[in-house]
């Protein structure tokens, strides 16, 4: 079968079975199992497939007209134009992250040899972006699991960073206090912010599949920038930063928690769709 038709099969089939993103997901899961790029699907849709390979797409596509997402059937999420493998421990990186990034990168000198301490890192998604895009930084990847930090080595070792990369079992910066070298000169983290009472209404894409570790904020939704804060609060050195990613309406909770541990310049950043997301502040 040629990929273009198999490509429209696929699409055809997630459209009749609701699935949100039916052409995204379709082009997605032919294109990687066909080791192909997106465009040259789209390009060169004669190609021909064998059995074998249509087998595989097509038992994929059950798993996800099943609820499975696509990260999760193949292994691996795209996030910031490079490919991250995944694991049970690892939520999966979502667009949303990359204004994170976009921030940290904005006041981030290019020949910078910046410190940063990812925290929570899960896939690395966030430490070994920044590492990638500057090459002079190093990062110290902070997470509780550690299977979700094995995920993290692996995809800093693919991607060539893996020198640069510390990962530390710890919860939060605990660790950290006990080995202070001066501080960073970043602090980042996605942590976990959805209110306990909410993760049930959430997709089961996402409850049945991403670690609850990783989701779950606590009653608030706070309960990691309460832990978070006070201690990066104590460990930025004067001038060091601090970038947190934060749910639409917190912004205004998450601000005032900054302002109550003597952080300041706190900025608020909208992603793409004009929500908050991003909250940037200053130790002094």
Known sequence: MQAGR???????????AGVCDPEHDAKLLVSTLLNIGIS????????????????EIEDKAERRIGGMPVGRILGEREFYGRRFLLNSASLEPRPDTETLIDAVLRDTAADAPVTIWDIGTGTGAIAVTLLAERPKSRAVA?????????????????LGVEERFHPLCADYLTAMSKARTGGPDWSVSNPPYIRSAV?????????????????????????????????????????????????????????????????GEIEIIKDLSGNDRVALARGR
């Open 6 to 16: 198999l490509y429209r099969q696929i699409r055809d089939r997630f459209r009749d």
């Open 40 to 55: 040259d699907l789209l390009l060169d849709g004669a190609r021909e497939t064998d059995e074998a390979q249509v087998r």
């Open 142 to 158: 902070i997470d509780l699991s550690e299977e979700a930090l094995a995920c993290a080595s692996e995809n800093a070792r693919l």
């Open 199 to 263: 993760l049930e209404e959430l997709s089961a894409e996402v409850v049945d599949h991403d670690p609850r570790l990783a989701l779950d904020g606590g009653e608030d939704g706070l309960n990691a920038y309460a832990a978070i804060v006070p201690q990066a609060a104590g460990l930025l050195r004067p001038g060091a930063r601090i970038a947190l990613e934060i749910g639409y309406d917190q912004a205004a909770s998450v601000e005032k928690l900054l302002r109550q541990h003597g952080l």
